[in-house]
């Protein structure tokens, strides 16, 4: 069993700059897979960037170059950095957490209650 917390969510400007974090209790931490996902109103959740547990990375394309997951196993800790944010990245961000890495939702057993990320124009 895995309970993630996810924080750093805000209101910023175009261009601007956010890090979310998501804490995870539990001693086995490092044997998983963190994603992260984000869901506007009105539109499904989607794959924004996950790691696995030896370090391995995917994105979606709507982010690359501008948003960058890492993880801390010493503090049980996943992050999403993300840069020159637009209004388009709006959404509430979920942090998940399965065995496997995978970039859909529905790969994903444990989840957090979620960040609201507002880009203002």
């Known amino acids: 069993q895995v309970q993630l917390v996810e924080s750093g969510g805000g209101l910023v400007q175009a261009g601007g700059s956010l890090r979310l974090s998501c804490a995870a209790s539990?001693?086995?931490?490092?044997?998983?897979?963190m994603g992260w996902f984000r869901q506007a109103p009105g539109k499904e959740r989607e794959f924004v960037a996950a790691?696995?547990?030896?370090?391995?990375?995917r994105s979606a394309d709507s982010v690359k170059g501008r948003f960058t997951i890492s993880r801390n196993n010493a503090k049980n800790t996943v992050y999403l950095q993300m840069n020159s944010l637009k209004p388009e990245d709006t959404a509430v961000y979920y942090c998940?957490?399965?065995?496997?890495?995978?970039?859909?939702?529905?790969?994903?057993?444990?989840w957090g209650q979620g960040t609201q990320v507002t880009v203002s124009s």
């Open positions: 998940a957490a399965d065995q496997s890495l995978g970039v859909t939702p529905t790969a994903y057993d444990y």
């Open positions: 539990g001693r086995t931490f490092s044997y998983y897979a």
């Open positions: 790691i696995s547990s030896s370090g391995g990375r």
